[in-house]
């Protein structure tokens, strides 16, 4: 099973310790690794292979909520911005990757894309450390 269907079936049988909340088009999770506070996904339910695959309506619905979960990690984090990324490169299923970018960053990272972190040794999610950011941000959503 891919990795985006398994986290999404994991989501719907409530075995997804990372679910933030249901939204409309799918499933707002955070990430696995914490390097950025907030880090967090845009999973769709029902999967698709891309954007391009969703008609115009849920096209529509989606990119909706993926504004929608930025703007609430940008006030459950009081981030600098988001930053949205749809790769689908290395898992060719659709989800958003958002990433909120800090003033705090040190400079060689702050202006570069994420990927040039660590993301081997980054702090992996966890409820202890992470849990009450992860309940702010549904707190916004479901406001």
């Known amino acids: 099973m891919a990795l985006i269907t398994e986290r999404v079936a994991q989501a719907r049988n409530g075995t997804n310790d990372k679910v933030i909340c249901r939204m409309a088009s799918?499933?707002?999770?955070m990430g696995d690794v914490q390097f950025l506070p907030g880090y967090c996904l845009l999973?769709?339910?029902p999967v698709?292979?891309?954007l391009n695959d969703l008609d115009t309506e849920a096209r529509t619905l989606y990119l909706l909520d993926m504004a929608r979960l930025g703007d609430a990690v940008l006030q459950a984090t009081g981030a600098l911005r988001m930053n949205y990324e749809i790769l689908g490169n290395s898992e060719p299923e659709l989800h958003c990757h958002l990433f909120p970018r800090y003033a705090s960053e040190p400079d060689d990272k702050r202006r570069m894309p994420v990927w040039f972190y660590d993301w081997k040794?980054?702090?992996p999610y966890a409820e202890d450390p992470h849990g009450e950011l992860r309940k702010a941000i549904?707190?916004?959503l479901n406001a």
Do not use: I, T
Request: aromatic share 6%; charged share 10%.
């Open 48 to 50: 698709v292979a891309s």
């Open 43 to 45: 999973l769709p339910d």
């Open 138 to 140: 549904a707190q916004r």
């Open 121 to 123: 040794n980054a702090l």
């Open 26 to 29: 799918g499933w707002a999770v």
